[in-house]
């Protein structure tokens, strides 16, 4: 059974010393100011502030700065191929990189979708010349997402496909899950499910709720969500198979899963920043741009039963779900306008402004979360600890920023915090040993 | 006012202001010379992407009462049929610099996309199944020539809510005015979290007789094989107002058209307590009225700013 595999473009591996940061990993069991030295694209030593030999290393002042394990996102939209006006992986990476990423997954809903070995083998290809962060496919669970018959598996593991998923669509017929399940045991790699029964979300736009009474527009109920958790849990209970739940909206939703958890199911799941942060009474603005997507913004209370998911465990990691459109896409009334938001480039600027300052969520939690979903897919986490490959995001937690005010790294501007004011904003990331990212106005900074 | 995009933007003060112009057209509608000059040398626009009779009929007929040019665009045989965006409409019929543009359009929000697109005034003539603010004062001028005052008056609302913009728009209006409000209808004709717009919600008719007024809607036959109803038969059983069930001195308003023998019956169409046929005549006279509000009123009156208070939809906003 291979593992998948992630590419990114080759490099210089880094060499560097960020003096004095204030270095965090719950993981690792590290806390404290340290000089961090990078050596060939490693992490060498932390040493005391101000006391890292510096020789031959660039030097950067990190003093009131925060360096985290650099995070990992296993649910982006790269657009790769056939949508390349709304993301290629360049800009896509690059996004991840601004928003201190050193590692993403990319689903299988391109055009056509990614369904065949060379498919997988073209893009790791495109990735090897175009990625500044890790990036790792995943392939569709069943050809070209028709739902109907499954993908040749074994050989798209083979290819390195990190695992499988129809998102964007749920897998409809229980029987074929099944079968993908079965056919899990022989070739390995989680299957990431989109969770919604297509005949109770029928023509909805929203969540259903008063908002919705209130704009008339139809809604997608939060059962929708949780009578398909429900059903594939059960499935992957009883064939022993690994699923991961992806962006997890409803209250019923969590529950299921902490029941499936608690029953013993390989079940994990991914919870979003904007579900974490907004609800449905935004969508009183009818703006497609920031507030339309799939799943939907729900009430608070499913807000707050996401924020205790994701503090119990029961959540295991927080995912972006990046999903760019191009401007024609959203320009139109809101029922007409794609599903989707952007995120990489304010995930932890958002959460840190929306969650940690008012005291809903711990810092190393929150961190810990966003470096976490490596593990439903089997992929090496980023670690401080000396020895560990070079992945961090120095970030200044008490800079403001307005979202958007300098464009993105991204190919669409479709971000649901344009416009926001934050608190939080990664100045610096490593990606698989080498920079990936380096704020501009803080590399004028930089002082030797 | 700037524009008029929904019931929810405006005051009972504005909502009266309206209804007080509009009497002052009924008065022009009685001479022999029913126009005037008001708006001459500008355009009107109206951009209708669904299908009406009543209210572009009316917003055009308005239009030409007060001696506006008058462009009509009908989705149909445009060049929307040609696949051109909503927005590319908007910037081409703004070449013709118009005062006021009038749209119908069979999705929530897009009166107010085109407001921020365009630098005419827009009127919200119908947008999805979201708000349609001139037949709700339509029907409040109507009411409000019968009962003097809506204050405390009880008003049942009957029939397919979920699918109805008029009765988002009504239930905001009529409240406004000082109504006590109830829906009724088929659970699945009712939408989840309704309550929140300050209504009762009932699924039989056995109360209708507390009713003031009864306003029925209009029961789409398509939504039969939506399986929201099992069938005509049982939801007219179950739901259609009659002559049994609809009193004496209780008042009987639709928006139209109506479908006869499904939620209303024949008789109590043509009955003395129908306000129907009034409804038609008020759309005029109301129309004429918000055409004159926003074009002509003048910079003099302090009118507020328009929009439903979410500020413009693609406009940087603040996190509630």
Redo the contacts between chains.
């Keep these: 059974m291979s593992a998948g595999q992630l590419e990114m473009r080759s490099g210089e591996n880094a060499d560097l010393v960020l003096r004095g940061a204030a270095v965090l990993d719950p993981v690792a069991g590290i806390e404290g100011n340290h000089d961090v030295v990078i050596r060939d694209g490693s992490i060498a030593e932390l040493a005391a502030p101000g006391s890292a030999d510096a020789s031959g290393l660039e030097e950067i002042d990190a003093t009131g700065l925060h360096a985290f394990p650099a995070f990992f996102d296993p649910h982006v939209h790269l657009r790769t191929p056939g949508q390349e006006h709304k993301e290629d992986i360049e800009t896509g990476s690059r996004s991840a990189a601004a928003g201190g990423y050193c590692g993403v997954l990319a689903m299988a809903n391109t055009d056509p979708p990614v369904s065949t070995p060379a498919d997988v083998e073209a893009l790791r290809e495109n990735a090897r010349s175009a990625a500044s962060v890790k990036v790792g496919f995943l392939a569709t669970v069943t050809a070209g997402m028709k739902g109907e018959e499954l993908t040749e598996m074994a050989s798209l593991r083979d290819a390195g496909a990190v695992g499988f998923s129809d998102d964007g669509l749920p897998v409809r017929s229980a029987l074929v899950l099944r079968r993908a399940l079965q056919y899990q045991r022989l070739c390995g790699g989680t299957i990431a499910l989109h969770e919604e029964d297509p005949e109770l979300s029928g023509s909805g736009v929203m969540h259903?709720?008063?908002?919705?009474?209130?704009?008339?527009?139809d809604?997608i109920?939060s059962v929708s969500e949780s009578t398909a958790i429900a059903r594939d849990a059960a499935l992957a209970g009883y064939e022993g198979g690994r699923i991961h739940v992806q962006h997890l909206s409803a209250a019923e939703s969590v529950e299921v899963v902490r029941r499936a958890k608690e029953a013993g199911v390989r079940i994990s799941c991914e919870a979003s920043p904007h579900h974490l942060?907004?609800?449905d009474?935004?969508v009183?603005?009818?703006?497609?741009?920031r507030f339309k997507m799939n799943p939907p913004l729900r009430s608070e209370a499913d807000r707050q039963a996401l924020i205790d998911g994701l503090r119990d465990g029961t959540i295991d990691c927080v995912a972006t779900d990046h999903a760019p459109h191009a401007a024609?896409e959203k320009?139109?009334?809101?029922?007409?306008a794609a599903m989707g938001v952007t995120g990489l480039e304010t995930a932890f600027a958002a959460l840190h402004t929306?969650l940690v300052l008012p005291g809903v969520l711990d810092l190393g939690l929150v961190i810990e979360r966003m470096s976490a979903g490596t593990a439903p897919f089997d992929v090496e986490r980023s670690s401080l600890a000396p020895g560990s490959e070079a992945n961090i995001a120095l970030c200044d937690l008490s800079a403001e920023w307005?979202v958007?005010e300098n464009g993105y790294e991204s190919r669409s501007s479709n971000s649901w915090c344009?416009?926001?004011k934050l608190t939080g904003q990664v100045v610096l990331t490593l990606a698989g040993g080498q920079v990936a990212f380096r704020l501009r106005s803080f590399s004028m900074g930089v002082a030797a | 006012m700037r524009h008029l995009l929904s019931i929810e933007q405006l005051s009972k003060a504005e909502i009266e202001a309206i209804l007080d112009r509009a009497e002052s057209f009924a008065e022009v509608g009685r001479r022999d010379i029913k126009k005037v000059p008001t708006l001459r040398g500008r355009t009107v626009v109206t951009l209708f992407y669904e299908s009406s009779t009543r209210t572009s009929s009316s917003f055009e007929l308005a239009a030409k009462r007060l001696s506006a040019d008058l462009v009509s665009v009908k989705a149909a045989g445009s060049s929307v049929d040609k696949g051109e965006s909503l927005k590319d409409t908007v910037a081409t019929l703004s070449a013709y610099e118009p005062a006021a543009i009038v749209i119908r359009h069979p999705h929530a929000g897009a009166a107010q996309l085109v407001a921020e697109w365009a630098d005419a005034a827009v009127v919200n003539a119908g947008d999805g199944k979201h708000e349609h603010p001139s037949q709700a004062l339509l029907d409040v001028y109507t009411l409000r020539r019968r009962l003097d005052s809506l204050e405390g008056k009880r008003i049942w609302i009957v029939g397919d809510v979920l699918h109805s913009r008029v009765a988002r728009s009504n239930l905001i209006a009529f409240k406004a005015m000082g109504a006590e409000l109830t829906v009724c209808g088929p659970p699945a004709l009712i939408p989840r979290g309704l309550e929140e717009l300050g209504c009762e919600v009932e699924h039989s008719l056995d109360r209708l007789r507390e009713a003031d007024v009864v306003y029925a809607l209009r029961l789409q036959r398509e939504r039969m094989a939506e399986s929201f109803v099992p069938s005509l038969r049982e939801y007219a059983a179950h739901f259609q107002i009659d002559s049994r069930r609809l009193g004496r001195r209780q008042l009987l308003m639709h928006p139209g058209p109506v479908n006869r023998g499904v939620e209303l019956s024949g008789e109590v169409i043509d009955s003395p307590q129908s306000l129907i046929a009034e409804q038609v005549a008020s759309g005029l006279v109301v129309r004429m009225a918000i055409l004159y509000e926003l074009l002509a009123a003048g910079d003099d009156e302090s009118a507020p700013a328009a929009g439903n208070g979410a500020g413009r939809p693609t406009a940087i906003g603040q996190p509630a």
């Design positions: 259903e709720g008063p908002v919705s009474a209130v704009l008339g527009l809604g109920p942060c907004l609800t009474e935004e009183r603005s009818l703006d497609p741009h024609e320009e139109v009334p809101f029922e007409q929306e307005t958007g344009a416009g926001r």
